[in-house]
């Protein structure tokens, strides 16, 4: 019961802070026998939330960093979701014993149960995955050889458009599994830490090809402003588009990266970024000339929809941005690292908001009866949802009066940002037409790009 309640929690948590979560490759997780999921780290437990709301297994047991436990917050939900804590050899000196957390997960897995686990050790903010630990490989040859369940690992991409962003979007991927047959069976015997090892680089295998990865951030910030500039004007990428495209410049541009045509359109590119970066400017605003008429009834249509959202808003975003403004501040202030800031966020606001919602409750319930308190507490949720989306549309607002003020006063510098634009969008298409390996199936027609 207590189970059921944290998973439908967790995906009310997951689905709240992240405004689209598109899952490819579903189909590849068997629907029973023992499986674990082995992801790459990028967003601290918000990696293990959206595996337990999107994998379609449960129970799902992780492998968690014990340093998680020091945030006593946690320590109930950890324990409520079957986590379980293993010691990293680099934080404690090189002397730590998992035996015990190992052999409760050959437990789980030989039981017909998941587990997941995040090969990388350790979540990070870098533009490409860590070198892969072993525990997964060894973990999945064990259960393996003791011979009383079959086992198989799926790897599983996790590609956020912006982590730490509210109302963000990510994609998870969920790769062809790798069954661990009698094959690894017979190598893990000959050679338990040659077969761990060669296992693990199997897995770094898959996973890098369902996750977006860049040797460093030059990289990766050259391929998502050419990306940007690629893209026609009036397509709508989704999350599984945004990664594809992003990997698809990063592997080509590092196979042609000398060629000294493309040293000299990253230059441009480049550069152009960086006055994009001085003015305030972002590209989608000069993708095309807007009118002072056009941008006032975008302007005054967000307003219509604000004041229609206002009335049902107004309540929860009196009582509700208090605590998201002191999640913000606990995300920022009290996070070990940069990659546990959503999830110390997210945290803090489960603390929070049912402490609110049963205050208010009290109050309405001594003072007008049980009934009106159960209404209070579905109004108020119910306008918590209109206020995210009035925040969503106050900063939408918010944006479009900024980008005419911009383009007003830098009027000259933004007419010429604007020529060299169109000039970088015509040589990065002529270069993909040039370079892409033949057989690719285009992303877009030349019918998108003349819209």
Request: hydrophobic share 50%.
């Amino acid at each position: 019961m207590v189970q059921r309640l944290v998973i439908s929690l967790i995906r009310i948590i997951t689905s709240t802070f992240f405004r689209r979560i598109d899952v490819v490759g579903i189909e590849n997780v068997p629907e029973d026998g023992a499986v674990i999921f082995a992801g790459n780290h990028p967003n601290a437990l918000m990696d293990g939330w959206l595996l337990t709301a999107k994998c379609g297994r449960w129970p799902l047991h992780f492998v968690a960093n014990a340093k998680l436990w020091k945030y006593r917050m946690l320590v109930p939900i950890l324990n409520a979701t079957g986590a379980v804590p293993v010691y990293r050899r680099e934080e404690h000196g090189g002397e730590v014993n998992n035996e015990k957390a190992f052999e409760t997960l050959y437990k789980v897995i030989e039981t017909g149960n998941c587990m997941g686990i995040f090969p990388e050790g350790v979540s990070h903010a870098e533009s490409k995955m860590f070198k892969l630990k072993t525990g997964a490989a060894r973990i999945a040859l064990t259960v393996a050889a003791r011979g009383k369940t079959g086992v198989m690992i799926i790897p599983c991409g996790l590609n956020y458009i912006h982590r730490h962003r509210f109302r963000s979007q990510v994609l998870i991927e969920f790769g062809q599994p790798i069954v661990i047959d009698d094959y690894w069976v017979a190598q893990f015997r000959e050679d338990n830490q040659g077969a761990a090892r060669k296992l693990t680089d199997h897995l770094a295998g898959a996973l890098t090809g369902v996750t977006l990865n860049a040797p460093d951030w030059r990289t990766l910030r050259f391929a998502q402003t050419a990306r940007r500039l690629y893209k026609p004007s009036s397509a709508v990428l989704s999350p599984g588009e945004y990664v594809e495209l992003n990997r698809r410049f990063i592997e080509r541009h590092l196979e042609i990266a000398r060629d000294p045509e493309m040293a000299t359109f990253q230059d441009a590119v480049e550069d152009y970024q960086a006055r994009l970066d001085m003015l305030g400017l972002k590209d989608h605003q000069l993708r095309k000339s807007i009118t002072l008429g056009d941008a006032f009834r975008k302007i005054i249509f967000r307003a219509l929809i604000m004041l229609v959202l206002l009335p049902l808003a107004i309540p929860g975003a009196l009582l509700h941005l208090p605590v998201g403004w002191i999640a913000a501040v606990v995300g920022e202030r009290f996070s070990y690292e940069m990659d546990d800031i959503a999830t110390l966020k997210v945290f803090a606001t489960i603390l929070l908001l049912p402490v609110l919602y049963l205050a208010i409750a009290i109050f309405v319930g001594l003072s007008f009866g049980p009934w009106w308190a159960l209404v209070s507490v579905v109004g108020l949720s119910l306008s918590f949802f209109a206020s995210i989306r009035l925040i969503e549309a106050e900063a939408g607002l918010l944006l479009s009066v900024l980008s005419v003020f911009k383009l007003a006063r830098l009027g000259s510098e933004v007419e010429d940002l604007r020529a060299t634009r169109m000039a970088l969008v015509k040589e990065v298409r002529e270069l993909v037409d040039r370079y892409i390996e033949p057989g690719t199936k285009r992303m877009f027609t030349q019918e998108d790009f003349g819209s």
